[in-house]
């Protein structure tokens, strides 16, 4: 389990650099700054989420016996989707429904980060 996060955190990681990179060079002066900004505020949380995903991994290498991390690990990416997902979705569509979706990715994200100190606590 922990080589799976690695890659995943690893695979989005390279993801969110590339849409940093092409929010930049592409997508800055065509879109309002509100959008633009939605649309950074994705591709930070994104690149955060993907490095928490590598420390899933690493962490479970050395720690975990009981799933736990495993789980933090799967939460982060739905996280990921929601979150990052929906800010992107509100981008390139301009359909602001989406914006009810990121909530469930912020909790997401906070329960992912919950769950690796309870793994963490119980590994101690």
């Known amino acids: 389990m922990d080589r799976i996060f690695v890659v995943l955190g690893s695979i989005n990681a390279a993801m969110a650099i590339a849409l940093g990179a092409f929010g930049a060079h592409a997508l800055k002066g065509r879109l309002s700054a ?10 930070r949380y994104h690149l955060i989420h993907a490095l928490g995903l590598i420390l899933v991994g690493i962490l479970s290498h050395w720690l975990d016996r009981g799933g736990w991390l495993g789980t933090a690990g799967w939460i982060m990416l739905i996280g990921i989707v929601l979150f990052s997902g929906s800010l992107y979705l509100i981008t390139f569509t301009g359909v602001r429904a989406w ?7 912020g909790i997401s994200f906070m329960l992912a980060w919950l769950v690796i100190a309870v793994a963490v606590i119980r590994n101690v």
């Open 99 to 105: 914006g009810a979706v990121a909530p469930l990715g």
């Open 34 to 43: 509100e959008l633009f900004h939605t649309f950074e505020t994705g591709t």
